[in-house]
């Protein structure tokens, strides 16, 4: 004869709390794997931004060879007024340096996929070998402008526009960063490269430069 085993109310709240346990194990697990691929993310968005600025130092370096001085940053030292606002000035002026029509193809980057017109202005005039007058800038592995600062300018401030994680696109104030230590400028006799990192936000510790900051 088959006899129907008994479950105790204790057994069964036994069995429900280690379903608990599990599920709250499994959770602690999804949110650890979620952070580590989330910090493996950023981590790739910083090294394909830093290898941007090096780039970006060698074009400025090759473009000091050939006119003897660095890429400026104002439109009107390249004879050129923008249609829209003045915001991302700085690597726009960049950019506009090194695709002059006047100047040797060895300054071009390979790429362009590091292009974009982030607030989709245009120059009054046509001085690049792009078929259009965009004022194009570089921008960094979070989509934001890159800011570029000749040292002549340093006692200037810039307006860009970004984006950040928190926040919709906005206008900032940029300038030129000094060394807290000494007071003077970061490469105060060539120029500066600066990107806002990821949190998207100026002077902050994740931004990444062609400098090392003295804390």
């Given at each position: 004869?088959?006899h129907?085993?008994?479950v105790?109310?204790?057994d069964a709240?036994?069995?429900?709390?280690?379903?608990?346990?599990?599920?709250?194990?499994?959770?602690l697990?999804i949110?650890?794997?979620?952070g580590?691929?989330s910090a493996?993310?950023?981590?790739?968005?910083?090294?394909k931004?830093?290898?941007?600025i090096?780039?970006?130092?060698v074009?400025?370096?090759t473009y000091?060879?050939?006119?003897?001085?660095?890429p400026?940053?104002?439109l009107?030292?390249?004879?050129?007024?923008?249609?829209?606002?003045?915001s991302?000035?700085?690597?726009?002026?960049?950019?506009l340096?090194?695709?002059?029509?006047?100047?040797?193809?060895?300054l071009?980057?390979?790429?362009e996929?590091?292009?974009?017109?982030?607030?989709?202005?245009?120059?009054?005039?046509n001085?690049?070998?792009?078929?259009?007058?965009?004022?194009?800038?570089?921008?960094?592995?979070?989509?934001n402008p890159?800011?570029?600062?000749?040292?002549?300018?340093?006692s200037?401030t810039?307006t860009?526009?970004?984006?950040?994680?928190d926040?919709e696109?906005e206008?900032i104030?940029?300038?030129?960063?000094?060394?807290?230590?000494?007071g003077?400028?970061?490469?105060?006799?060539?120029?500066?490269?600066?990107?806002?990192?990821p949190?998207?936000i100026f002077?902050?510790?994740?931004?990444?430069?062609n400098?090392?900051?003295?804390?």
């Open positions: 004869m088959r129907n085993a008994k105790s109310p204790h709240a036994f069995s429900l709390i280690e379903i608990l346990v599990v599920i709250t194990i499994i959770g697990l949110g650890l794997s979620t580590a691929y493996w993310i950023t981590r790739g968005e910083e090294a931004t830093k290898s941007l090096e780039e970006l130092k074009y400025a370096q000091e060879q050939e006119t003897g001085g660095f400026p940053s104002t009107s030292s390249l004879g050129v007024n923008s249609t829209g606002d003045s991302n000035e700085g690597i726009e002026a960049f950019v340096s090194l695709y002059r029509k006047d100047l040797s193809r060895n071009r980057p390979a790429s996929s590091d292009l974009k017109n982030f607030d989709d202005d245009h120059g009054d005039k001085i690049s070998v792009f078929g259009s007058a965009a004022l194009l800038e570089f921008v960094d592995a979070w989509d890159i800011i570029y600062i000749n040292w002549r300018d340093y200037e810039f860009y526009l970004v984006e950040s994680p926040t696109r206008s104030d940029v300038h030129a960063l000094k060394n807290s230590m000494t003077t400028y970061y490469n105060f006799d060539s120029y500066q490269i600066i990107s806002v990192g949190d998207g002077d902050t510790e994740d931004d990444l430069a400098f090392k900051r003295q804390e």
